[in-house]
């Protein structure tokens, strides 16, 4: 936290430690820390005060940090690896995701601060194959959609990429509560780890409704969501729908 205070990034990304000692104890640890790694104001760093207040998701840093997008929703839940398993390699891989996502750097040599116009592109077919072809079949065209949507930057092609988004998300949860994917139809509320991906994909329909309705103008910010969702949410479950299908499909048989 404090190299990474120390790259400039705080002023594109919002640092939080927090102890999870509780009370005065955990007041201790905290100022502790804060004074023997020399965190900079930009570290926001706290602890719990009682267990009350303590979170009910996430897991500690050393097994992986929790990663916010920049609407509030879960980019990541835990990043991998995480230092219990490859020690220092962990804090690389957070650098790589938000270098990947938004072009921000962790590291002393700060990104540029613009996307560059490459990132922007729908990954090529052969890399949104997540191995159920229905999925594969709406992915593809929504790729379709979008070259069209930024081609045009018109109210008609938008309506039409956000015709198919809507059918696919349905669609695709629909998949996960079918095969308990992620717990995704036994745990509470809000709690399964499908629960970010489907508030995505809730996100994104807003927005193409606020470019529909004349709220917004940007196409760009829609589009690379879409990237977003693809790079993060459906590689999460690349290849492992498949296989509950051809299990559910061999029980059958």
Not at 195 to 214: K, N, S, T, Y
């Amino acid at each position: 936290m404090a190299l990474w205070a120390s790259s400039g990034a705080a002023s594109k990304v919002n640092l939080l430690m927090v102890c999870m000692e509780l009370g005065k104890a955990g007041l201790r640890t905290a100022q502790a820390f804060g004074k023997q790694f020399q965190l900079s104001s930009s570290v926001l760093n706290g602890y719990v005060e009682q267990r009350g207040e303590l979170p009910s998701f996430g897991q500690l840093g050393c097994q992986g940090f929790v990663v916010l997008g920049p609407y509030g929703e879960f980019a990541v839940q835990r990043t991998v690896p995480c230092y219990l398993e490859a020690e220092k390699k962990a804090f690389r891989a957070v650098e790589k995701l938000l270098s990947s996502l938004w072009s921000i750097s962790l590291e002393a040599r700060a990104l540029p601060q613009t996307v560059p116009a490459e990132s922007k592109k729908v990954q090529s077919k052969e890399q949104l194959t997540v191995g159920v072809p229905e999925m594969d079949e709406e992915h593809e065209a929504i790729q379709e959609a979008v070259v069209e949507l930024t081609r045009a930057k018109s109210r008609g092609a938008m309506e039409s990429l956000m015709q198919l988004w809507v059918q696919h998300s349905e669609h695709e949860e629909q998949l996960f509560y079918n095969f308990d994917f992620g717990s995704h139809r036994s745990a509470a509320k809000g709690r399964a780890a499908t629960a970010p991906h489907c508030e995505h994909h809730r996100l994104i329909a807003r927005m193409m409704g606020d470019f529909v309705q004349g709220r917004a103008s940007d196409v760009d910010a829609v589009t690379v969501e879409i990237q977003r969702h693809m790079e993060l949410y459906d590689a999460a479950y690349a290849g492992k729908l498949k296989a509950s299908c051809d299990k559910c499909c061999t029980s059958a048989i």
